[in-house]
């Protein structure tokens, strides 16, 4: 069964960490690219980050570039998302998603998604 599952989420006081991890099962994260994506109540589901499998560039939304970092575990079984100095505007629900070798940013072209994770950035 493939299957992707978030973990991580939680209450952070404002300028806090977080860090969100993805697990894939039933598939290989090999020759993918990987994204994080957010989703606030009344709003679209935002394309926060992503990183290839394949040779490992990684991109940043404006909106959280130089405060969270994405990564992947050697294996490539697991993705991550550190999350520093945390805003009120980044709660949200995150979601990662497994999609094609090609960097993309459109929901749409991500097949696999997880149940997503709520963080909530308060104080």
């Known amino acids: 069964q493939v299957q992707l599952v978030e973990s991580g989420g939680g209450l952070v006081q404002p300028g806090g960490s977080l860090m969100l991890s993805c697990a894939a099962s039933g598939f290989p994260l090999d020759y993918r690219t990987i994204g994080w994506f957010r989703q606030a109540p009344g709003k679209e589901r935002d394309w926060v980050s992503c990183?290839?499998?394949?040779?490992?560039?990684?991109r940043y939304a404006d909106s959280v570039k130089g405060r969270f970092t994405i990564s992947t575990n050697n294996a490539k079984t697991a993705v991550y998302l550190q999350m520093n100095s945390l805003k009120p505007e980044d709660t949200a629900v995150y979601y990662c998603a497994a999609g094609s070798q090609y960097i993309v940013r459109a929901p749409r072209e991500y097949s696999y998604w997880g149940q997503g994770t709520q963080v909530t950035v308060s104080s």
């Open positions: 990183i290839s499998t394949v040779h490992g560039t990684t």
